[in-house]
């Protein structure tokens, strides 16, 4: 049976009666069907979240707390259940999948501790007996699109800090992974006994996807919305928001380096490059996808790296040992297949790698890199480190912000004070001294610069993407007026 469209509290067929295939990436097989829906399916969502705001927004922020807090326990109880399904659906390895239902269960907490800090300040008036308040508010009805590499977690992001703040929300997930980012939260949230029209999911295959879009953002009632996704779709969806004057905060691609410095520790750099490249096989946004080393130390990281790259376990992704799964579809491939390919054809060696079983990519380390290659320039999503040398600190911060993107950056290095001057210099919207690019946590602001995205997520910084300000005045006494 089709996994069906969840709104207003219910199941339901989407209204055309359609639906369509999720394939399993490693298997290749039919995983699930989904409901298919349309436009006025999503404006039917729209509307059961608009009618259910005000009741929601009224509910003391601790029951809304509760209800967060509640799914948590739900996810927690059954991680095993709910990994099994981002194996399965959309390639994670096991360790991927079990890290990110973990993470989702951390998001639900730290959203629930946001519900009770909606806070606001007293300012000073000029006109005696007056005191002015500035307040936040839920911006009522918000739209989350979510994608298929992080499709639970990067979908609760979006939901559970929303609706902390007492807003309602329609969430459309990727039509690769409507399972993982979409059905399975309201599942949860149903099981809590969320208020019907609180939380709306909205599946929709590729066929329908950028009308049942349009009609999330041109609604007159979401007042919101939050994307994760390509910069060239972000782009899109921007402009269309701006056609509505409607706030979009845009989470996109990246191609973020990693430094490393001479008087980095190697074994530490290695582990870390390995980790930020090739994790969940390098379809990530924060992937280390531009190594830049200092030249003394080329040749042995280089080496090193490659040797790490070949232990690595290609493979079955719910076997606890694998390390490299499936790529999420060909279309993906090919695309990795093609930068890589054509960086070989233009001078560059690869030391390992540069091979695929079906859709299984082989982690891949690259030298003789220049800065004109796509696979140095654009963003790969795959598990492939191209190494660029370089003869000194400013030529790599210069190369490192030589990109249209700027999302993460990690700097190696032994000198901690050198590592924050860099850190100072570089344009990206997340820095990491120490550490990969790979780096997130519940708690602190996520976002980019440049075509990184626009707007934040997590923690404090959700607040200013899901609330309004306003200002309420108190006159505490008649006030003379000038006639």
């Known amino acids: 049976m089709a996994e069906q469209l969840y709104i207003n509290g219910e199941w339901t067929n ?9 394939f399993n990436p490693a298997t290749q097989q039919a995983f699930s069907e989904s409901a298919a829906g349309s436009a006025d399916d999503m404006k039917q969502a729209i509307e059961a979240a608009h009618a259910a705001r005000m009741s929601w927004r009224a509910t003391p922020h601790t029951e809304r707390a509760k209800y967060l807090l509640k799914a948590a326990d739900v996810f927690e109880a059954k991680q095993p259940q709910w990994a099994q399904i981002l194996i399965e659906e959309g390639g994670s390895i096991f360790r991927k999948a079990m890290f990110e239902t973990g993470k989702a269960s951390a998001i639900l907490r730290e959203a629930a ?43 609760m992001r979006g939901v559970a800090f929303a609706l902390a703040y007492g807003n309602t929300v329609i969430l459309k997930p990727s039509e690769e992974t409507p399972m993982g980012g979409g059905t399975l939260l309201a599942k949860v949230f149903e099981e809590v006994k969320l208020p019907p029209g609180v939380l709306n999911v909205v599946t929709c295959s590729r066929d329908d996807v950028e009308a049942v879009g349009d009609m999330m953002i041109s609604h007159p009632a979401v007042k919101r919305i939050s994307f994760t996704g390509s910069t060239a779709t972000g782009r899109k969806l921007a402009e269309k928001a701006g056609t509505h004057l409607k ?18 520790d190697m074994d530490y750099a290695v582990n870390a490059a390995a980790f930020s490249s090739f994790f969940h096989q390098g379809q990530i946004c924060m992937a280390a996808e531009r190594l830049i080393v200092e030249s003394s130390i080329m040749e042995p990281f280089s080496e090193k790296l490659a040797a790490k790259a070949k232990s690595l376990q290609v493979g079955d992704p719910g076997n606890p040992e694998t390390i490299i799964g499936p790529i999420i579809n060909q279309k993906q491939l090919d695309k990795i297949k093609t930068h890589t390919d054509g960086a070989i054809a233009a001078g560059a060696t690869a030391l390992c790698g540069a091979t695929h079983e079906g859709l299984f990519y082989h982690p891949t380390v690259l030298t003789n890199i220049n800065t004109n290659m796509d696979v140095f320039c654009e963003e790969t999503f795959g598990p492939i480190a191209p190494i660029l040398s370089v003869n000194d600190v400013d030529e790599a911060i210069e190369i490192a912000n030589n990109s249209q993107y700027g999302l993460s950056a990690g700097i190696l290095t032994s000198d901690l004070g050198k590592g924050l001057d860099i850190a100072d210099q570089l344009e990206s919207g997340m820095v990491h001294v120490n550490d990969s690019p790979l780096n997130d946590e519940p708690h602190l602001p996520f976002g980019g610069v440049k075509e990184s995205g626009m707007g934040h997520h997590g923690g404090k910084a959700s607040l ?14 008649q006030r003379p007026f000038p006639f």
């Open 247 to 264: 706030r979009i905060a845009l989470e996109l691609g990246g191609k973020d380096p990693l430094i490393v410095l001479k008087d980095a």
């Open 14 to 22: 989407a209204s055309s009666g359609k639906t369509f295939e999720n």
């Open 464 to 477: 200013e993407e899901f609330t309004e300000m306003r200002v309420v005045s108190i006159q505490r006494k």
């Open 113 to 155: 501790s946001h519900a009770v800090q909606v806070g606001g300040e007293v300012l000073p008036s000029n006109v005696p007996g007056k005191t002015n308040m500035v307040l936040r508010q839920p911006v009522g009805v918000v739209g989350v699109i979510s994608p298929w590499n992080f499709p639970l977690l990067l979908s």
